[in-house]
């Protein structure tokens, strides 16, 4: 681990749940925050151990999480962070354009003027934001008012376990480019634009560039790293 575990603990927001819930979420964050570097073996005693808990609770979360595609786990050997190549980024990609396009054609109609204004409050905090942590929390937000008012609650949990998936690496990107923050968020006021219009098709195509544009800068980055 990278990190502190005790001080990611220490600073994660309560939530009134279960001990189940709470384990899941801490090895979630610790993963999606890089406490957990890809390919890191996850020790289950000691991180049990860590967070006073039995060794069920986090077999139940690493089971879980794999399913999430944030942990990999194969027979007889230590589970670990999963590793995401550039080719892997790319095919996420392929899917959430189609899920978030999908998403804002039936959002778009529902998108009222409160919507609009608490859309334009995010990109405005975006706007001049530094803090990697605060910047993907409002993306995180600002995509998920459009994403909810598609009315498909399964449509949405799939884009947030794709987002999920690839969220690591653009925290990694992100630290080493800060300035695609604000690249990034020029897209965000394209789609406000676009939502105003009402027009279902220019919704779609804005969605789809920003999700090209990110994946595009994250995996040449990934590229660089790999040496390829």
Wanted: aromatic residues 6%.
């Amino acid at each position: 681990m990278s990190n502190n575990l005790e001080d990611l603990v220490s600073h994660l927001p309560y939530r009134k749940v279960t001990t189940q819930e709470w384990v899941t979420d801490i090895l979630r964050t610790a993963i999606l925050k890089g406490y957990y570097q890809a390919g890191e073996p996850i020790e289950t005693a000691e991180l049990a151990a860590k967070l006073n808990v039995s060794r069920m609770p986090i077999r139940i979360a690493l089971r879980e999480l794999a399913k999430e595609g944030l942990v990999a786990m194969e027979p007889h050997r230590k589970p670990v962070a999963a590793r995401l190549n550039p080719d892997e980024v790319w095919k996420i990609c392929d899917i959430r354009c189609e899920l978030e396009a999908l998403s804002i054609r039936k959002a778009i109609s529902k998108i009222n003027d409160d919507h609009l204004k608490q859309l334009f409050s995010l990109v405005r905090k975006m706007d001049n934001i530094k803090d990697i942590d605060e910047y993907i929390r409002l993306n995180n937000e600002f995509h998920n008012i459009i994403n909810t008012l598609s009315g498909n609650e399964f449509l949405l949990g799939m884009i947030n376990q794709l987002r999920n998936n690839v969220e690591r690496y653009l925290r990694v990107y992100l630290f080493n480019y800060r300035g695609a923050m604000h690249s990034a968020n020029v897209d965000h006021h394209e789609i406000i634009k676009a939502i105003e219009t009402k027009d279902e098709k220019l919704a779609d195509q804005v969605i789809r560039q920003h999700l090209y544009n990110t994946t595009s800068k994250v995996s040449e980055f990934l590229e660089q790293l790999n040496g390829r």
